[in-house]
């Protein structure tokens, strides 16, 4: 049981290159989630996903697109990076949100540094 | 909309002693969680203890418990008999158990720093 695992672990692009970042769960959770955190600031949700095929916007979407295909998977992408989105991204998963202890599991986080 | 406020951007505290992290929150729904999370410098987010608004009683999780004063909106974190493996960043976050489309979605407090000197 891997929890919630993310790949890349780090990535370096150029301002306007693209790419997406991988979240994967084996917890069979129907919510995940897509967060970013900027030094000195808490976490903050980009998108986040009630069950596969769904996705919706959280407090700081602009420049990323995200897609749940599959329940297992929730992907994160950036079409053209920009330096602002230099940050450290972390993915969640919970079961779900109707309980009153559903508790989010993080992965080990991806950090992005955008030139 | 929902408001996280840490007030203390650093904590240092001997170890074996207790140390208490501060967290205000501000909401307007009735029912709602907190947690609290640990960030050490390796970076991963850790779950450490939940508290629901309804609970009547503090959570407690071994060396963690949650201080809750509803009537104040504080939701602090008490850590007993620090340890050096206590260092870390801690967060406070909270959602609304509620529906519509705040739902189940955590807002985080901005974060204090322990440090546990030996």
């Known amino acids: 049981n891997a929890g919630v695992t993310q790949t890349p672990k780090f990535r370096v692009l150029k301002t306007g290159q693209s790419m997406t970042l991988l979240c994967a769960q084996d917890?069979?959770?129907?919510?995940m989630y897509w967060y970013r955190q900027d030094p000195g600031m808490g976490l903050r949700l980009i998108h986040y996903s009630v069950g596969e095929g769904t996705t919706a916007k959280g407090e700081v979407p602009d420049g990323y697109n995200v897609s749940r295909l599959k329940k297992q998977n929730f992907l994160l992408g950036l079409e053209s990076a920009a330096p602002s989105q230099t940050s450290v991204y972390f993915c969640?998963?919970?079961?779900?949100?109707?309980?009153?202890?559903?508790?989010?599991?993080f992965g080990p986080g991806t950090r992005l540094l955008v030139l | 909309a929902q408001k996280i406020t840490q007030t203390q951007p650093g904590m240092f505290v001997q170890e074996k002693e207790a140390v208490t992290l501060d967290c205000t929150y501000d909401?307007?729904?009735?029912?709602?969680?907190l947690f609290w999370y640990k960030q050490p410098s390796s970076g991963e987010m850790i779950f450490l203890i939940y508290?629901?608004?309804?609970?009547?009683q503090n959570a407690t999780e071994g060396r963690y418990s949650l201080n809750f004063q509803k009537a104040r909106k504080s939701a602090n974190l008490v850590i007993s008999a620090s340890q050096l493996g206590d260092s870390a960043m801690y967060f406070c976050a909270m959602w609304p158990v509620t529906g519509g489309t705040s739902y189940g979605k955590l807002t985080f407090g901005q974060g204090t720093i322990l440090t546990v000197h030996p």
């Open positions: 917890m069979n959770h129907e919510y």
């Open positions: 508290q629901g608004s309804y609970d009547e």
């Open positions: 909401t307007s729904d009735q029912s709602y969680g």
């Open positions: 969640a998963s919970s079961y779900d949100s109707t309980g009153w202890d559903e508790t989010q599991y």
